[in-house]
């Protein structure tokens, strides 16, 4: 095979200006947003995949707003995504999983209309044992009414208001998937060249999958509703088998429901009755992507995308994945 006859490299800062250029209006700033994005995802990627050689492993003592032990990953993750961003100045407010309060960035131009939420590094508590973890963001536009500093109406907005969102999964690759509201798009990381390229364009999740990925230890505490559908799944759906896979980073275990179909679910728990995952920067974004890709994501009942969020930090139940197993849960749901 000749040089003219392999694809030609396709970089995601190539595929966002491709992308920007159909749509009249749109202008370079998005794409320079993001950069802040692939840069800082670049630099954690370099610390994770040597965790285990540099005096970072381990925890670093704090705890951060959610009560848990800040791992030293999250906070060099969380202080690159702030430094990335808080230079582009389309950019007005940063909101992290790791800092109790939003940063509103202080421009020269305050006519910044970008809002970025975010987890820096999810599934931290896998560090460690070398399993994957990931970067989650989410990013919304100042509402026109809103001045700039009227943080609570920039953030509080349902997850149907995203411009963007995203995440970065560091496993035995690292892969950058985003979308803008036009399809969902996977660009790998070429450590050779240092660049995102594009590898899995136009990401479609398969009507129906094989696996099913929940964390059985807490099924005692499942509503009926949600024990039956996994009984159901155990029996099989349309005659099709499932295996159970649960990675505990949900970026990895939704990654994979992306790529191959089927759901991942976290539900209310005696432990969290209000579910574990947080509403802006995890179920979110997720639920962007996996609409953007086909699928369905819900708190069980309604669609994430629609919840008006009240807290910066609010959690949710949550269940994405593909037609056949979502319309499942949700007849088990309303049945029980
Ligand atoms: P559990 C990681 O701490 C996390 O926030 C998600 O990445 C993951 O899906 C979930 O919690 C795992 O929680 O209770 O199953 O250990």
Redesign the pocket.
């Known amino acids: 095979m000749t040089a003219s006859d392999r694809k030609p490299i396709v970089t995601v800062q190539q595929h966002i200006l491709q992308d920007q250029r159909k749509f009249p209006g749109a202008s370079g700033e998005f794409s320079w947003l993001l950069s802040g994005v692939t840069l800082a995802t670049k630099m954690i990627q370099a610390k994770v995949q040597r965790a285990g050689l540099s005096d970072i492993l381990g925890e670093f003592g704090n705890v951060n707003v959610q009560g848990?032990i800040q791992q030293k990953l999250d906070v060099y993750a969380n202080e690159v995504l702030h430094h990335n961003l808080s230079v582009r100045e389309s950019i007005g407010i940063l909101a992290s999983e790791e800092n109790e309060k939003p940063i509103t960035i202080k421009h020269a131009t305050p006519d910044a209309k970008y809002a970025v939420i975010f987890?820096p590094l999810?599934?931290?508590?896998?560090i460690d044992v070398g399993v994957g973890?990931?970067t989650t963001f989410s990013i919304l536009k100042r509402p026109e009414n809103a001045d700039y500093h009227d943080v609570d109406r920039w953030l509080m907005q349902p997850g149907t208001k995203q411009v963007a969102a995203g995440y970065v999964v560091y496993g035995s690759s690292t892969i950058l998937v985003y979308s803008v509201g036009r399809g969902v798009h996977g660009f790998t990381l070429d450590p050779a060249i240092g660049a995102y390229v594009l590898s899995h364009e136009d990401m479609r999740m398969p009507e129906q999958g094989k696996y099913y990925s929940v964390?059985e230890?807490?099924r005692d505490s499942f509503s009926a509703g949600y024990q039956k559908f996994l009984d159901n799944l155990r029996h099989g759906l349309n005659g099709k088998r499932y295996s159970s896979r649960?990675?505990?980073?949900?970026?990895?275990?939704v990654h994979r429901t992306l790529l191959k179909g089927g759901i991942?679910l976290?539900p209310p728990?005696a432990?969290?009755p209000g579910g574990?995952?947080?509403l802006l920067y995890?179920a979110s974004p997720i639920a962007f992507l996996v609409e953007q890709a086909g699928g369905i994501a819900t708190d069980g009942f309604r669609r994430i995308l629609e919840i008006e969020p009240t807290s910066i930090h609010e959690r949710t139940p949550m269940a994405v994945g593909s037609r056949v197993e979502m319309e499942e849960l949700a007849r088990c749901l309303k049945e029980s």
């Open positions: 848990e987890d999810d599934g931290s508590s896998n973890v990931g964390n230890a807490n649960y990675i505990g980073s949900m970026v990895a275990d991942f976290y728990t432990e969290n574990k995952l947080r995890e």
